[in-house]
């Protein structure tokens, strides 16, 4: 069993025993290191109580939330303003995940809570490659002389598994070093069958939702016009739906800088569908 701490909350059409589930859905109420606008952490509650707006079913791919055989283990409790200890928190709880045989599905917070998720889901998978729809690059070194930084998650990523190892989707903001070190090692992909590099091996996809478009997705800490629709994103969902997909996230969602409770919706629906697609 995972050891917590936890906070009670549970998604719809999710199997309340934990031992016969195949997917565990983490909630990870993280947003310590936001650079511009922060309550990310607000999000798993507010999704979970949006998902009970939706129907179980996906007519995308013809399947019911049901057969994904998933079980909600909650939000995990995080000490405010330890981001080294919370990082660990999460990590040690994947890791437990991985030990009982089963797949992590991620909703954040903050894009930074990636990092101890492919940190334990590396052990168990040496040659593991990551898909990363985003807005933004994520390669920085370092934010204002802090290295562990929601801007720099990828970068740390591709130092644990290798940047061949990562494909990037939807990227359409970042510094100029940061597109560079794209093009150096060809992460930025338009093409579905760009992808087929990654068909016989693990695949682990990290969404950040502000890579659909502010007209769909302004509740998000850091928006970017001219993102992905919402029919895009579920394109490569089919497409990935044939891999080896062994776990997944789904981050940054601010569900108070939309007060209509849209951007909530589409992130559980996101969420809904990514589920069905692993």
């Not at 309340?16 to 999000?43: C, N």
């Not at 940061?178 to 579905?192: A, H, P, V």
Request: glycine letters at 8%; proline letters at 4%.
């Amino acid at each position: 069993m995972l050891s917590g701490p936890f906070l009670d909350r549970n998604w719809m059409g999710q199997n309340s025993d934990y031992e016969t589930s195949k997917i565990v859905m983490l909630g990870l109420p993280f947003d310590g290191t936001v650079s511009y606008r922060p309550g990310s952490r607000f999000a798993p509650e507010q999704i979970r109580l949006a998902s009970w707006g939706l129907e179980e079913y996906s007519p995308y791919f013809d399947k019911h939330l049901g057969d994904c055989n998933f079980h909600d283990a909650g939000d995990l409790e995080f000490p405010l303003g330890n981001t080294v200890k919370s990082l660990d928190l999460i990590e040690k709880n994947v890791r437990e995940i991985y030990n009982d045989g089963k797949k992590v599905f991620g909703i954040g917070g903050e894009h930074l809570v990636t990092l101890p998720e492919i940190k334990a889901v590396s052990e168990f998978y040496k040659d593991l490659t990551v898909v990363h729809f985003d807005a933004h690059t994520d390669l920085r070194e370092e934010y204002l002389g802090e290295p562990l930084s929601h801007s720099a998650v990828i970068r740390h990523v591709g130092n644990i598994i290798g940047f061949e190892n990562i494909k990037q989707i939807g990227i359409r903001s970042g510094m100029k070093e940061e597109f560079d070190l794209m093009k150096k090692y060809n992460t930025q992909i338009f093409d579905y069958s760009e992808l087929d590099c990654f068909k016989k091996k693990p695949v682990f996809i990290t969404v950040d939702l502000d890579v659909l478009d502010t007209s769909i997705m302004p509740g998000t800490g850091t928006p970017e016009c001219g993102g992905l629709k919402f029919n895009d994103l579920i394109g490569w969902f089919k497409y990935l739906s044939h891999f080896n997909i062994v776990g997944a996230d789904v981050v940054e969602l601010a569900p108070d800088y939309d007060a209509s409770g849209v951007s909530t919706a589409v992130a559980a629906k996101v969420i809904r569908e990514l589920l069905i697609a692993i």
